[in-house]
């Protein structure tokens, strides 16, 4: 834009806004409405297993959208998040290869708010910019329902004029911080930090619209 007239810089700039303006409306019209796709969040508490019942819902031809997917694209070498969190957070996360290492990143976050919310700054635009290409393009091709896997669905928020209902996976505080330990190699304390950086399990569970629970041992029930 800087090579432009500064009558140029307006009428694009002003065009942009029009466009955006135009998508935000319509996308939130059609996607709230019945006419033609329906929105579904799923979420759930840090190892409740929300990847599980995704990979579920995919086997039985479900559109299954992911946002841990998009935040590991849009931090890849070169993409604007990936300058982001760099500008923010120094070239002391990198690995020797010039990716993000995620558990240095993570250990800074993890106990840190202030850090937490300047990496969603850093990242979150982003990620809403991939899956709103990811919607619209199910939209045009005419998929009736499409299901977002979204961690911090009701953390964020900025998402949610547009779903038509949300899907918790739950399980016990108790089981998804011993997941969590197994799972990441973490320490009680670790677990608990990373556990506490969201809104709790019982929390979400009040909020849903539809529970499924991942309690279990061997199998995903569904309980309200």
Known sequence: LDSLSDEENFGK????????????????????SNLR??????????ASGKSSVGQVLREHGAVVLCCDTAAKQVVEQGCPGYNKVIAKFGSDILLPSGEIDRSKLGS???????????????????IAK??????????????????????????????NPYLNSVVVVYCTAEQQQQRVIDR?????????????????????????????????????????
């Open 13 to 32: 700039q002003w065009y942009q806004r029009r466009v955006r303006g135009v998508l935000n409306y319509y996308t939130n019209y059609y996607y709230k």
């Open 37 to 46: 796709m329906r929105l579904i969040g799923l979420t759930g508490g840090i």
């Open 130 to 159: 991939v899956i709103r290409r990811q919607i619209i393009w199910h939209f045009v091709k005419g998929s009736s329902l499409v299901f977002i896997d979204i961690p911090l669905l009701y953390e964020g928020g900025n998402i």
């Open 108 to 126: 800074l976050v993890f106990n840190n708010e202030e850090n937490r919310r300047a990496l969603n700054r850093c990242i979150h635009p982003e």
């Open 184 to 224: 990441n190699d973490l320490t009680e304390e670790e677990a608990q930090a990373r556990i506490a950086s969201q809104l709790s399990i019982e929390d979400k569970k009040a909020k849903a619209d539809h529970v499924i629970d991942n309690s279990g041992c061997s199998q995903i029930q569904r309980v309200r």
